[in-house]
């Protein structure tokens, strides 16, 4: 009879931060594709872009005219899915049909001047400067007494969605605590009462041991392929040292900050040569007044690339209707990325 293996046989991966199981099924990643493929849609972008709705002095779709700035830049989303003055209501028919209203905030962030800059070709100086307004904006969101979470995001690509190509990101600060976050939170907190630690602590302890799955790292941060990983190159930055938000940061920490996020949007552009779309997302703790120590500081890269810059993973029927399932495992992605270079392949000789 055969022995049980990770490498080779379907399994079920327990996600200790949320609960939830992924199927792997390794045995199917040499399986032949002749799906969709996805056109390249990175082309040369120049510097600067009279159409586009971000760039320094153009005038926005909301009808305001963008400051001539020359580094970030931080306004209020001119069609933002969060308003402010959001009239309080709620609506119960015998538990079915359940609504209640949302209050909140959303901003939009230019990393830089430049069209077409993403973050892998900035230098790790000025990531710090985004890293800096990001810190400012929550001490700004969190005193709005209303708001009781803030999440910070960024969509690259219009694989992800994303509407415009010049390099930016959203905060959405809000009154209820989001979906997934609380997801998280639930579990979370059920480990520190249980061990007085972090669960991210102690995972991280055991993957800096195993080496497996660890893509990069730096003093403050590290970047693995999460033993639970659904996307084929998902990736979660964690902080060493267990801290609830962006805001405990020190000096030294920002910029370790800034170099991890560098480093792993350099290999994701360096896997398949081309700039690589994804959605990432910091999980912080909630701004609602009460301590978490349960809380530690990580971020979540999910990028939907499978097999090339035109073959993307979809999640459909199975994954839609049952459980997420992923065919190349966590290690093999984390040896993959692990193994590219950290100079950007635009930058190549």
């Not at 209203?101 to 790790?124: A, D, Q, W, Y």
């Not at 998280?184 to 061990?195: F, G, N, P, R, V």
């Not at 984390?334 to 635009?346: C, V």
Request: net charge neutral; with cysteine.
């Amino acid at each position: 009879m055969k022995e049980f293996n990770l490498k080779e046989h379907p399994h079920r991966r327990f996600n200790p931060l949320t609960g939830e199981w992924v199927l792997v099924s390794p045995h199917r990643a040499d399986r032949p594709w002749q799906g969709h493929k996805e056109p390249d849609d990175i082309s040369s972008l120049p510097d600067y872009d009279p159409g586009c709705y971000l760039c320094p002095g153009n005038k926005r779709a909301g009808g305001i005219t963008n400051p001539r700035y020359t580094s970030t830049f931080v306004f209020t989303n001119d069609f933002s899915s969060l308003l402010h003055d959001t009239p309080k209501g709620y609506i119960n028919e015998k538990d079915l049909i359940v609504a209640e209203s949302e209050k909140g905030i959303c901003r939009v962030i230019c990393f830089s001047p430049r069209h077409n800059l993403t973050v892998p070709l900035m230098e790790v100086a000025d990531i710090r400067d985004v890293i800096e307004l990001w810190i400012d904006e929550y001490h700004r969101l969190e005193k709005e007494n209303f708001i009781n979470y803030i999440q910070i995001f960024e969509n690259k690509g219009s694989m992800m969605g994303c509407s415009n190509p010049h390099p930016h990101c959203q905060i959405w600060a809000q009154d209820s605590i989001p979906v997934e976050v609380a997801k998280e939170q639930k579990h979370l907190s059920a480990y520190y009462d249980k061990y007085e630690r972090t669960i991210l602590s102690d995972y991280l302890s055991l993957e800096l041991k195993k080496k497996e799955r660890i893509v990069c790292s730096n003093i403050s941060f590290v970047a693995l392929v999460p033993y639970w990983a659904i996307w084929p190159f998902e990736i979660m930055v964690v902080s060493r040292r267990s801290m609830s938000s962006i805001t405990s940061m020190i000096e030294e920490e920002k910029m370790h900050f800034a170099d991890i996020y560098k480093q792993v949007t350099v290999k994701y552009d360096n896997l398949f040569k081309t700039s690589f779309p994804y959605s990432m997302g910091i999980h912080q703790a909630p701004v609602d007044g009460r301590p978490h120590p349960e809380w530690h500081l990580h971020v979540h890269f999910y990028p939907p690339l499978l097999r090339s810059a035109s073959v993307k993973k979809f999640m459909v029927g199975y994954e839609m209707l049952a459980n997420p399932q992923r065919d190349i495992t966590p290690e093999q992605s984390a040896e993959k990325l692990r193994s590219l270079p950290m100079i950007h392949y635009r930058n190549e000789k």
